[in-house]
């Protein structure tokens, strides 16, 4: 829902401050807990609206440092990926509610209606939009994930032996990067697009001290940079054919605190 650790730890901690006053008074635990939650996480999404209109460069959400138990439920994984939540981001903030809770929690229109205060004729409405809406949007996710792993160690292989024909052969020829480091590190300014500028890029930041490890990030494959022994970056990649279609990296230390300690999803 929001794309940041720290504001959902924020929404929790205020679920559960709600809870603890009334629960000896609510007779269906579950419909509460998914009504307060929501409606907090809407009024969290449009206060940081305007955050996110200032922020330097372009905005990424925090990377969460996944199980491998969440890379083998397909629809869970997908709806935390790096390009999936980049798409939920274009929603507005109902309609992101609407398809959070419909698409990957699979609850019922009138439940919906209920967290959302709408009525379920217009939830139905809304479902319909953004179903439609991040369709023509989402990535398209036709590798496993062993398939993504090895694409995602070709990549590391690359750019530490400084192979650029490697790195070529594994970036697909309208790949798109994104930086994110929040005005906090220096970063890319706007999405850089096509092999011949990310490869200027890569070869440019990427120096022989960084030291690069994969790991599951966001349900996927990905890569934990550092640089002197200290966490630099972290990048996700989207996937098409055995080729990166996309890599982002966040190096905003600021979103990089969810990343040293695996954090469980479930649906």
Known sequence: MLGSAADAEDVLQEVWLRWSRVTDTVHDPRAYLVRIT????????????RRREDYVGPWLPEPLLTTPDVAEDVELAESVSTAMLLVLETLGPTERAVFVLRE??????????EATARSPAAVRQIAHRAR??????RPRREVTVAEQQAVVER???AVAGDDLQLLVDVLDPEVVLLTDGGG???AALRPIVGVDKVL????GVYVAATRGAPVLVN?????????DGALEAIVTFAVTQGRVTAAYIVRNPHKLLAVDQ??????
């Open 38 to 49: 929501t409606r907090l996480s809407l009024n969290a999404l449009r206060a940081h609206s």
């Open 104 to 113: 990957v929690f699979e609850l019922p229109y009138d439940e919906i209606a």
């Open 132 to 137: 439609e809406h991040v369709a023509a949007r």
């Open 155 to 157: 990549f590391l292989a």
């Open 184 to 186: 906090v590190k220096q």
């Open 200 to 203: 200027r890029f890569l070869t």
């Open 219 to 227: 349900g996927a494959p990905a890569l934990r940079l550092e640089l």
């Open 262 to 267: 695996e954090t469980v999803l479930t649906r």
